[in-house]
């Protein structure tokens, strides 16, 4: 079964729609085609594609097209966390539609970025940008306990483990809360703009 396949099995027909997001050092927006080079790179790595349930082991080129392909759903966007000042692709969240009540995140983040806070800076941004378009539903994560440095990150940003295991084995399922967020500079958005040592598998 191709990597396109395993990402849209269970699909229905809503789409999940982002705007463009600006953090302090990222800019987030939805992979594109002329990524593809730059996707194959960041995530052909064993540190990425052991911990990421539906990549291979080997993650080519044309894993990277379908990857990016499989936004055409809406629902199964992957976003680049691309770095302001040099333009490099240092990590992809993936956001994905689940039943009728649920988004789920996930990340991974390329080898020479990691450590250096753009999980949390990317993902925060995105899940707050979510519960601002996606009001109704909740926003849940699966990790990892003993992935200790992903767990405390996901709790930092809000996430809690509800006491349910995750559809992965080994994973804890977590839910965000808004109340438990911590107060900060707030994220701009591309939609406002246009209308005025974690663990590279993160959430997986």
Same mark, same amino acid.
């Given at each position: 079964?191709?990597?396109?396949?395993?990402?849209?099995?269970?699909?229905?027909?809503?789409?999940?729609?982002?705007?463009?997001?600006?953090?302090?050092?990222?800019?987030?927006? =939805?992979?594109?085609?002329?990524?593809?080079?730059?996707?194959?790179?960041?995530?052909?790595?064993?540190?990425?594609?052991?911990?990421?349930?539906?990549? =291979?082991?080997?993650?080519?080129?044309?894993?990277?097209?379908?990857?990016?392909?499989?936004?055409?759903?809406?629902?199964?966007?992957?976003?680049?966390?691309?770095?302001?000042?040099?333009?490099?692709?240092?990590?992809?969240?993936?956001?994905?539609?689940?039943?009728?009540?649920?988004?789920?995140?996930?990340?991974?983040?390329?080898?020479?970025?990691?450590?250096?806070?753009?999980?949390?800076?990317?993902?925060?941004?995105?899940?707050?940008?979510?519960?601002?378009?996606?009001?109704?539903?909740?926003?849940?994560?699966?990790?990892?306990?003993?992935?200790?440095?992903?767990?405390?990150?996901?709790?930092?940003?809000?996430?809690?483990?509800?006491?349910?295991?995750?559809?992965? =084995?080994?994973?804890?399922?977590?839910?965000?809360?808004?109340?438990?967020?911590?107060?900060?500079?707030?994220?701009?958005?591309?939609?406002?703009?246009?209308?005025?040592?974690?663990?590279?598998?993160?959430?997986?």
């Amino acid at each position: 079964m191709g990597i396109l396949s395993r990402i849209l099995r269970g699909t229905r027909w809503e789409r999940l729609v982002l705007p463009i997001i600006e953090t302090e050092r990222l800019a987030i927006a =939805p992979l594109h085609a002329d990524m593809a080079e730059e996707v194959r790179r960041l995530t052909d790595d064993p540190a990425v594609t052991s911990a990421v349930d539906f990549l =291979p082991e080997r993650f080519g080129l044309a894993d990277a097209r379908s990857l990016i392909r499989a936004a055409s759903t809406g629902r199964d966007v992957f976003l680049g966390l691309v770095e302001r000042e040099d333009r490099s692709l240092v990590g992809i969240v993936g956001a994905h539609l689940r039943a009728l009540e649920a988004i789920e995140i996930g990340y991974w983040i390329g080898g020479g970025a990691r450590g250096r806070g753009y999980g949390g800076e990317g993902v925060g941004a995105i899940v707050r940008a979510l519960a601002e378009a996606y009001p109704r539903r909740a926003i849940v994560a699966e990790c990892r306990p003993e992935n200790v440095a992903s767990w405390q990150m996901l709790h930092k940003l809000g996430f809690r483990p509800t006491g349910d295991g995750g559809k992965r =084995p080994g994973r804890q399922l977590m839910v965000w809360d808004i109340r438990d967020v911590p107060q900060g500079r707030p994220v701009a958005s591309g939609m406002a703009a246009s209308r005025a040592a974690a663990r590279p598998d993160g959430a997986r």
